[in-house]
T-cell receptor, first 117, second 115 residues
Framework: KAGVTQTPRYLIKTRGQQVTLSCSPI?????VSWYQQTPGQGLQFLFE???????NKGNFPGRFSGRQFSNSRSEMNVSTLELGDSALYLC????????????????FGSGTRLTVV | AQSVTQLDSQVPVFEEAPVELRCNYS??????LFWYVQYPNQGLQLLLK??????LVESINGFEAEFNKSQTSFHLRKPSVHISDTAEYFC?????????????FGTGTQLKVEL
């Protein structure tokens, strides 16, 4: 069974540009979440999608956005890149949402390392 | 306020010695608890989780963690570590507030196993 696939693995962008990162969840997983990992702030939640709807959003500016497609694949977009956006962006998928199924545990991808210069 | 604390940023230990990585959380609601491990240049791998039931949970590679509700802790232990256990370990919590599955992570503990 294939794991969570994130593309690209590495990305270098210039300040002011925008970037789109892609995530393909494990087959059958319908919940996808995104996290940002930096040395200074650690692991921070960006957003969570289920059935193409954003269910939860972290405390990030509006420059960070995402979406989920009908096949559960997800993309996140960062516009007007800043140096501080340099980070490892991790995508994670889970089987489902809902009170009875929470806590299944997310499976993480290897991440996309974004460097803004 | 809901938070997760990993007090030790680095834990050096000799091979075959026991180790404990500490995790405490603060919450007024029920929680699910997780430990993840991250090797260099990789994503996070789920090590073990507590959802309900027995408070002692074990992983396939010899780690165990015990949920202590009164002390709001979920410490990770291994009786005998191996060089290959060198990695960063993250404690994570899902606070059951009626929202989504979001994970709140601790700041991580770098475990360094030495010969």
């Amino acid at each position: 069974k294939a794991g969570v696939t994130q593309t690209p693995r590495y990305l270098i962008k210039t300040r002011g540009q925008q970037v789109t990162l892609s995530c393909s969840p494990i087959s059958g997983h319908r919940s996808v979440s995104w996290y940002q990992q930096t040395p200074g702030q650690g692991l921070q939640f960006l957003f969570e999608y289920f059935s193409e709807t954003q269910r939860n959003k972290g405390n990030f500016p509006g420059r960070f956005s995402g979406r989920q497609f009908s096949n559960s694949r997800s993309e996140m977009n960062v516009s007007t890149l800043e140096l501080g956006d340099s980070a490892l962006y991790l995508c994670a998928s889970s089987l489902a949402m809902g009170q009875g199924r929470r806590g299944y545990g997310y499976t993480f991808g290897s991440g996309t390392r974004l460097t803004v210069v | 306020a809901q938070s997760v604390t990993q007090l030790d940023s680095q834990v050096p230990v000799f091979e075959e010695a026991p180790v404990e990585l500490r995790c405490n959380y603060s919450s007024s609601v029920s929680v699910y608890l997780f430990w993840y491990v991250q090797y260099p240049n990789q994503g996070l791998q789920l090590l073990l989780k507590y959802l309900s039931g027995s408070t002692l949970v074990e992983s396939i590679n010899g780690f165990e963690a015990e949920f202590n509700k009164s002390q709001t802790s979920f410490h990770l232990r291994k009786p005998s570590v191996h060089i290959s256990d060198t990695a960063e370990y993250f404690c994570a919590v899902t606070f059951l507030t009626g929202g989504g599955n979001k994970l709140t992570f601790g700041t991580g503990t770098q475990l360094k196993v030495e010969l």
